[in-house]
């Protein structure tokens, strides 16, 4: 096989390395897909990023497009969300959208949850509600201060059977 040719193969197998690594990509950002617009508000979002999953009931259907600044301070943050449109139906104007960590990595994703069968589905461009991601330090806060009234109740208890 000549030089020429050999380089040929090698080119045309970059090629076809190129695309289909392309396409690999695209699938799993949804680009090719058929998809559709929801919209959450949240009071908080915990490091959620543009181009997090979006996750139904577990199941990959969408990426997070954009989070949006709240218009004025103290305002509800706007997250905007692309969903594949053959989940559309699943999706009802009652169901809610959880902000979580996914894992023991930490990434920060959005979790939908199933909304009753009696709601429509949400439209395009819809908006269903928000359910703030559980603060650590809200949590540890809480913590600290029923062991210091566990530490009073101790001491009074004490001080009783003395």
Not at 65 to 70: I, S, Y
Not at 108 to 121: F, M, N
Not at 135 to 141: G, N, Q, W
Not at 144 to 153: E, G, Q
């Amino acid at each position: 096989m000549s030089r020429q040719a050999r380089l040929g193969l090698l080119m045309i197998a970059g090629i076809a390395a190129f695309v289909l690594g392309l396409f690999i990509i695209a699938n799993r950002t949804f680009l090719f897909s058929d998809t559709f617009r929801v919209q959450a508000e949240f009071g908080r979002v915990a490091g959620l990023l543009s181009g997090g999953q979006v996750l139904y009931q577990g199941i990959n259907v969408g990426r997070v497009e954009r989070v949006q600044l709240p218009a004025r301070p103290g305002g509800p943050i706007t997250v905007m969300m692309e969903i594949r449109e053959d989940a559309q139906h699943l999706i009802r104007e009652d169901s809610r959208a959880l902000i979580q960590t996914d894992g023991l990595v930490g990434s920060v994703i959005v979790s939908i949850t199933a909304g009753s069968e009696l709601e429509p589905p949400v439209a395009e461009g819809g908006s269903i509600a928000g359910v703030d991601p559980l603060d650590l330090s809200e949590v540890s806060d809480r913590l600290f201060d029923s062991v210091s009234r566990f530490d009073s109740v101790t001491v009074t208890l004490t001080s009783i059977m003395q």
